[in-house]
């Protein structure tokens, strides 16, 4: 789980001058993966494994944004709530490298590129307005990482143990599929716009006149230290 909070000293929205502009931004990611790999020594010192495999995943994200204006500024503006849950499944190859540098230490490195096919539940809160949509669509993701790692064996190889610290980063290519409303469309208060398709994308905010709305599209990317134990037996 990640969070991101952030706030600007100042910002325009739909023409008005905003004097205090604060987001939060909460997500949460759960991944499985299913993988084989196959070691392979291309000298005494480097191992290689090419490894293929299966992901099942979820993805949820919330950004809160709240503004206010000055004194005289113009209307009040009211909050703005996105939030995207997707739930897929797809594969992946990738490829993990070890240099072994002195006894049981070694630098590591591994990098793997994937696709996979899931559904998107999207829904935004604009002041009184809500609307949201739902589809399916095919979505590619890239991860890498690097570090150091220890590892030993015991009885007899009938055990192992490896301990690991490095530095991940993971990209999920057009992870981010929100909209934009023109402030001149204003439904009725009370009402919602309510969408629901699961063919294209471009057809999910078909309820709402092509005029008024433009969609917005960006990468989800995350990177830390992780530290990691393994087992083998």
Same mark, same amino acid.
């Given at each position: 789980?990640?969070?991101?909070?952030? =706030?600007?000293?100042?910002?325009?929205?739909?023409?008005?001058?905003?004097?205090? @502009?604060?987001? %939060?931004?909460?997500?949460?990611?759960?991944?499985?993966?299913?993988?084989?790999?196959?070691?392979?020594?291309? *000298?005494?010192?480097?191992?290689?494994?090419?490894? /293929?495999?299966?992901?099942?995943?979820?993805?949820?994200?919330?950004?809160?944004?709240?503004?206010?204006?000055? *004194?005289?500024?113009?209307?009040? #503006?009211?909050?703005?709530?996105?939030?995207?849950?997707?739930?897929?499944?797809?594969?992946?190859?990738?490829?993990?490298? @070890?240099?072994?540098?002195?006894?049981s %230490?070694? #630098?590591?490195?591994?990098?793997? @590129?994937? *696709?996979?096919?899931?559904?998107?539940?999207? &829904?935004? =809160? &604009?002041?009184?307005? #809500? %609307?949201?949509?739902?589809?399916?669509?095919?979505?590619?993701?890239?991860?890498?990482?690097?570090?150091?790692?220890?590892?030993?064996?015991?009885?007899?190889?009938?055990?192992?143990?490896?301990?690991?610290?490095?530095? &991940?980063?993971?990209?999920?290519?057009d992870?981010?599929? %929100?909209?934009?409303?023109?402030?001149?469309?204003?439904?009725?208060?009370g009402?919602?716009?309510?969408?629901?398709?699961?063919?294209?994308?471009e057809?999910? @905010?078909?309820?709402?006149?092509? &005029?008024?709305?433009?969609?917005?599209?960006?990468?989800?990317?995350?990177?830390?230290l /992780?530290v990691?134990?393994?087992?083998?037996?």
């Amino acid at each position: 789980m990640l969070f991101l909070a952030s =706030r600007y000293p100042s910002a325009s929205i739909g023409g008005a001058n905003v004097s205090v @502009l604060d987001s %939060f931004w909460k997500m949460t990611t759960d991944i499985i993966d299913f993988s084989w790999s196959r070691s392979q020594w291309l *000298s005494k010192y480097v191992e290689t494994a090419p490894r /293929v495999g299966l992901r099942l995943g979820r993805i949820e994200q919330e950004w809160r944004i709240t503004t206010s204006v000055p *004194s005289g500024g113009g209307p009040a #503006l009211g909050g703005t709530t996105l939030e995207s849950t997707f739930k897929g499944a797809g594969a992946f190859f990738g490829f993990d490298t @070890l240099w072994h540098i002195c006894g049981s %230490f070694g #630098l590591y490195s591994h990098v793997a @590129l994937g *696709s996979w096919y899931g559904r998107f539940d999207v &829904e935004q =809160r &604009e002041g009184s307005q #809500l %609307f949201f949509a739902d589809f399916y669509t095919l979505r590619s993701f890239m991860e890498n990482d690097f570090g150091l790692k220890w590892s030993a064996q015991f009885c007899d190889g009938s055990y192992g143990l490896f301990l690991s610290v490095g530095w &991940e980063t993971h990209i999920f290519y057009d992870q981010n599929p %929100f909209y934009t409303i023109a402030p001149i469309y204003k439904p009725v208060v009370g009402t919602a716009t309510v969408v629901d398709t699961d063919s294209k994308e471009e057809q999910a @905010l078909a309820a709402v006149p092509a &005029e008024y709305v433009a969609p917005r599209r960006g990468d989800l990317a995350t990177q830390g230290l /992780v530290v990691k134990a393994h087992v083998l037996f």
